[in-house]
């Protein structure tokens, strides 16, 4: 570890650019189950590639629809936690500075107000809450759970997949190119809640790290980033936020 909590804190301060990459576990406190927690991960009750694969897709498209469609449901009733909350505190102060990349697909940082408070929210994985033509790669918003008809439709008619990334596809290139940007430029990256297994978002701390930034990491456990993080707290978001913000 090259840092402790003081000069974390001052380097957060004086960072006029900043690059957050989220997962799962900022959603955690909001009720939303993470994937590879053992117990109560999705993936420790589903196979991922039986659901979220092209392959399960073209397989069977009415059970992978069901299975977001149900994760659909459950994330409009879940509420943004405090660690969505201090990440738009957060965007506030920095401004333009500020860059939060998420892996995640609840929707809850846009609910939570990141991405219009002077920042740039980009979704790397897509969102539960839309649906994309194959055809032509429109993405649109599907409709409340209560009056969604499976497959949705598009307007030429066709049925359409869900507007996530799965596993084996390439992520939208335009939002990864953002994301490898503002991590490459940024003076401190934060990187909470994810289990940085998965690329390439899993490879943007390292972009920082290469051109001199400092890499902080919020997790209540280790991860293979840990080893790599000037500061690893081993703490949820929402407190880690609250101790690097000084809002405890
Ligand atoms: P993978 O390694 O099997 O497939 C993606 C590979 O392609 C990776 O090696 C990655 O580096 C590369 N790649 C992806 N996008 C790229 C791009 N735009 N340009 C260049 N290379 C690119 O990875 P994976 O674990 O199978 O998952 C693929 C993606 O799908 C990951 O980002 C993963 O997090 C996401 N995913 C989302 C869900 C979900 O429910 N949201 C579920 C599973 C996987
Ligand atoms: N606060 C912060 N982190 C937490 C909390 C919490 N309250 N609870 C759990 N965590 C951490 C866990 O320790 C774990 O490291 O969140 C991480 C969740 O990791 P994963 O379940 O692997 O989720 P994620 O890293 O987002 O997965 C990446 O893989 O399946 C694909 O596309 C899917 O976007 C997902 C990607």
């Not at 090259?2 to 974390?8: F, I």
């Not at 498209?61 to 659909?72: H, S």
């Not at 490898?180 to 390292?206: D, N």
Request: hydrophobic share 40%; aromatic share 6%; charged share 20%.
């Amino acid at each position: 570890q090259g840092m402790d909590l003081a000069q974390a804190r001052a380097a957060l301060r004086a960072a006029r650019r900043v690059a957050v990459l989220t997962g799962a576990g900022i959603s955690a406190e909001s009720g939303i189950p993470t994937f590879r927690d053992a117990q109560t991960g999705h993936w420790a009750r589903f196979r991922p590639e039986d659901l979220a694969s092209p392959g399960a897709y073209r397989r069977d498209p009415e059970l992978v629809w069901a299975w977001y469609a149900g994760r659909y449901r459950d994330v409009l009733s879940a509420q943004p936690n405090r660690g969505h909350d201090l990440l738009a505190e957060l965007e506030r102060q920095k401004g333009a500075g500020f860059f939060l990349a998420t892996q995640n697909v609840d929707g809850l940082h846009a609910r939570a107000g990141s991405g219009s408070a002077g920042g740039k929210l980009v979704e790397l994985h897509g969102n539960l809450s839309q649906a994309r033509d194959e055809q032509t790669g429109e993405v649109f918003p599907l409709p409340h759970p209560d009056e969604l008809t499976l497959p949705p439709l598009s307007p030429g008619g066709q049925p359409m997949r869900p507007n996530i990334v799965w596993f084996g596809e390439f992520l939208p290139e335009a939002a990864l190119d953002a994301a490898q940007r503002a991590f490459a430029g940024a003076e401190v990256a934060l990187v909470i809640g994810t289990s940085s297994v998965v690329y390439p978002a899993a490879g943007l701390a390292h972009e920082t790290r290469r051109r001199g930034g400092v890499v902080i990491e919020l997790n209540p456990e280790a991860t293979d980033l840990s080893a790599h993080a000037d500061l690893s707290l081993r703490e949820t978001a929402s407190r880690g936020l609250e101790l690097l913000m000084e809002r405890a």
